[in-house]
């Protein structure tokens, strides 16, 4: 009788190993330990072990599209770069690592957009640059760094701080309104002062003091 070898072949083993990433896992951890120490069992457990982490990066690539798709472009960078990350680096998912890299392209671009509108330059070319490292002919990536160096569609003066102030000031002078029209005026010329800390050139807070100290006037006569 033909004795069953007690180990595979070094060919066998390097071929599980090779297709683990694709393959459904058809071996259980309990199976993987069988025979030991053997190599047959480390073959297995490679398996395990790249099916686990192409799972887990399908995962984070799902949780990426789901923040894409609510406008939430840093958050779905995060999660493609964490989805590559976790990629076995195999041939045998070279289409998914391909997959993998056109989504964070895609929201590195987005986010890039959202940088620029803001002031913040320099980590929108990061962003792109990136993109073309990976993708050297993506036209999206080359057409936001157009913009990046184009004066008349991206203002060399604004800052992200100026952005910053710009909504810090809207809000004040909407509550300032509002304080206004609740008859707080006290409440009202403190937020319209906040607003001119900010801008001293406000013209609406500048008028809207002008209010208040006329509407005070009128309620002491």
């Not at 090779?18 to 398996?47: D, K, Y």
Request: glycine share 6%; aromatic share 6%.
């Amino acid at each position: 009788m033909q004795k069953t070898p007690m180990y595979r072949s070094t060919r066998t083993a390097a071929a599980l190993m090779a297709v683990a990433s694709s393959m459904p896992v058809v071996v259980t951890v309990a199976n993987a330990g069988e025979g030991g120490s053997g190599l047959s069992g480390l073959a297995q457990r490679e398996m395990i072990r790249r099916q686990d982490a192409v799972t887990e990066g399908d995962a984070l690539l799902n949780e990426g599209r789901a923040a894409y798709a609510k406008g939430d472009y840093q958050q779905a960078v995060d999660k493609y770069r964490q989805a590559l990350d976790r990629l076995p680096n195999a041939p045998m998912v070279s289409d998914r690592r391909q997959s993998y890299i056109e989504h964070l392209s895609d929201a590195s671009v987005a986010l890039s957009m959202q940088h620029r509108k803001v002031g913040k330059y320099a980590e929108a070319r990061t962003l792109l640059d990136n993109v073309l490292a990976a993708d050297p002919n993506n036209g999206e990536a080359k057409r936001e760094l157009g913009y990046l160096d184009d004066p008349i569609r991206t203002n060399p003066a604004l800052t992200y701080e100026h952005t910053k102030n710009v909504d810090q000031v809207r809000r004040s002078l909407y509550t300032a309104e509002g304080n206004f029209n609740l008859g707080k005026y006290d409440d009202a010329k403190r937020e319209y002062e906040n607003v001119l800390r900010v801008d001293p050139y406000n013209s609406a807070a500048r008028r809207g003091l002008e209010q208040v100290s006329t509407a005070k006037s009128d309620y002491y006569r």
